[in-house]
């Protein structure tokens, strides 16, 4: 018996902060679940490459912007990957060379050729007019330059020019409140008049408690709402483009399994490396081999 009170205690104090806090409101939240629930991507696999940057994959596959810049501290990893991947795929561009003799230290060498697009071209300066005047520099040394320069605001600008390329596109963030405004409306619209007739059945039990509970009340519903506009909500478009990224990495580790690959499988594969950074496989190596030896199958017999 006493759980079965323990629950009811719980349950009622759960309800009550849910007048208070919409974002603790658990039918709000079903709505919120089902909503996102209806976005389904049309397949488990996606066989195409992705119209998006290494970057702006490696940030809507994090989802909600995990990494938030205050002091540039290259210490996280997400960064190291960052710069990574964009140098993979620079080179698969032809924007640079790489010299993968030392396979995790490996060597980028500089062209001499213009490129337009401002991200990479945004990397590729910093890299060979900032920190090396070299036409060759090893990542390892891009790294370490982050690492005693913990207070350059390069990456700081980096961070904000892929944030605005994927808003642009679709993918971005809110606060609950943005996103939900008329619900929160309606919601404060019931709210409120439910939590006047609970002041004034405390008034009528004791007239002084009642009074006290007036601006206890408001300041609750002020925090709540304060604390709801600071939880941060994924627009519509960045549910399903996360899910079509997923429905990618799916078949990037079942590819060898799979029928129907699509037109783009090839330039897929050649693209694999830097996808498998972005979705933490690179150190799979018995999934590399079999691209490799997919790779080797498929040029063997387009050369036939």
Known sequence: MIYLYIFLFVFVVF???GLFFPSANIFFQMG????YKKIQFESSYYREILSYSPSEIFYIYQKNFKEQIEKVNLMNKNYEKLIKINLLKMELLGYVDIDY?????????????????????????????????????????????FYNNPETTFLLKWDNLIKEKIRKKGFYEGNFIT?????IKKYYTIVIPI???????????????????????????IFGYYETKSLKVVSDKGVYEYRKIKALKKFLK?????????PEYVKLLEDYIIYAN??????????IKKVQNEL?????SSVK
Not at 32 to 35: F, Q, R, S, T
């Open 15 to 17: 309800v009550f902060l």
């Open 32 to 35: 919120i679940l089902k909503k």
């Open 101 to 145: 003799s030392n396979s995790d230290d490996f060597h980028i060498i500089a062209k001499d050729i213009l490129i337009l697009d401002e991200e990479y071209s945004l990397l590729y300066n910093f890299i060979f007019n900032k920190i090396t005047s070299e036409k060759e520099i090893s990542l390892y040394e891009i790294y370490n330059y």
């Open 179 to 183: 996103f939900y405004g008329d619900k």
């Open 195 to 221: 939590l006047i007739i609970i002041d004034l059945i405390l008034m009528f039990i004791s007239f002084k408690f009642g009074l006290i509970m007036i601006p206890i009340f408001a300041v609750f519903l």
């Open 254 to 262: 079942d590819f060898s399994i799979v029928n129907e690959k699509g």
């Open 278 to 287: 972005i979705f933490g496989m690179s150190k799979d190596d018995s999934i």
């Open 296 to 300: 080797e199958y498929i040029t063997k």
